[in-house]
């Protein structure tokens, strides 16, 4: 598990390195600044760091041979990451639906490089111009890159869902989870911690630096 | 060290599910703080190092409590550190190779 763990790192250190090398370089928008909602990825970040949490409490619960507890968190652990995947496709709808509204009398030096491009198409006297510009992985390099790493983390998180549900169930079945095969949940909770540990990556360098100007 | 020794080893080798709860409460913390500091003006001249900082301390405490590396025999840390160590390197390589630092 540990060599899986330590290839995949190098899986993931390639795509964040191919996001950072293509991420000023889309020749036009939607940028990180027009599309990112930092409260709301903080909150899908904070339920992926909770479930790292109870999947630790769902293995303490199985050495302790206390299996109504262990399947408490461990179906805990599955709902956060089914939630967290909720946000992800929550974020993905909004990208490819991303509305821009603006003011067309407002200052040019104001208004982002996409708000520019809308505000361009402006007609005298006209107050408001509101156009959709979806974020897709055919838009831009940002576009591509973006939904490439991030989709690719779901990927991870929908797989450890896969995993942990069905040692959930297994669970019910006699013999087949129990604290002398600790070594099987114990794998599965070192893959979920993986799949947490590269979201504060992410979360950090695609979406906080992201948004900050100048990087 | 016999295998019986082994696994006496491994067992107490974990956390309590006290230090669990703590463990995620400083994770919570440090979220918050890494949010906190995205909004305050002072600091935008040193965001990036602090981010940096903020993320590896979580990145650590995942690291070492919930997947136990503190607890357990050096090999597991070696295979995964190299795994990382040539991960940056892909990354400082790509960055440097496109530029990105020019």
Not at chain 1, 125 to 153: A, D
Not at chain 2, 69 to 93: C, E, H, N, Q, Y
């Amino acid at each position: 598990m540990w060599a899986f763990l330590g290839s995949d790192c190098m899986f993931f250190g390639s795509l964040i390195a191919t996001y950072l090398v293509y991420k000023n370089r889309s020749l036009s928008g939607p940028l990180p600044v027009d599309v990112f909602s930092i409260p709301t990825t903080s909150v899908s970040t904070f339920v992926l760091l909770m479930s790292s949490m109870s999947m630790v409490l769902a293995y303490a619960a199985l050495r302790r041979n206390r299996m109504k507890t262990f399947r408490i968190w461990l179906a805990s652990t599955a709902l956060m990451g089914m939630t967290f995947l909720a946000f992800q496709v929550f974020e993905f709808h909004a990208f490819a639906n991303h509305e821009v509204v603006v003011d067309c009398t407002a200052p040019i030096g104001e208004l982002t490089a996409l708000e520019q491009s809308v505000a361009a198409d402006c007609e005298p006297g006209q107050h408001e111009i509101e156009k959709q510009v979806g974020l897709t992985p055919r838009t831009n390099l940002f576009g591509s890159t973006f939904f490439t790493l991030t989709g690719f983390h779901g990927a991870h998180v929908t797989l450890g869902v896969v995993w942990l549900l069905s040692m959930f169930f297994l669970s019910f079945k006699k013999g087949a989870v129990t604290p002398e095969k600790e070594l099987n949940l114990d794998l599965a909770a070192l893959y979920w911690h993986f799949v947490d540990i590269v979201w504060i990556i992410i979360f950090t360098v695609v979406y906080l630096f992201g948004v900050f100007p100048g990087f | 060290m016999t295998q019986e020794s082994q696994v006496i080893q491994h067992e107490s080798a974990h956390p309590t599910p006290g230090t669990y709860f703590k463990v995620a409460m400083a994770l919570s913390a440090i979220t918050a703080i890494e949010v906190a500091v995205f909004y305050l003006e002072f600091v935008r001249h040193a965001i990036i190092p602090i981010l940096v900082l903020l993320s590896g301390a979580k990145f650590i405490l995942v690291c070492m409590y919930y997947m136990h590396l503190k607890f357990d025999d050096r090999i597991f840390s070696t295979m995964f550190v190299a795994g990382l160590v040539t991960a940056s390197g892909v990354v400082m390589a790509l960055m440097a190779l496109f530029r990105f630092f020019a």
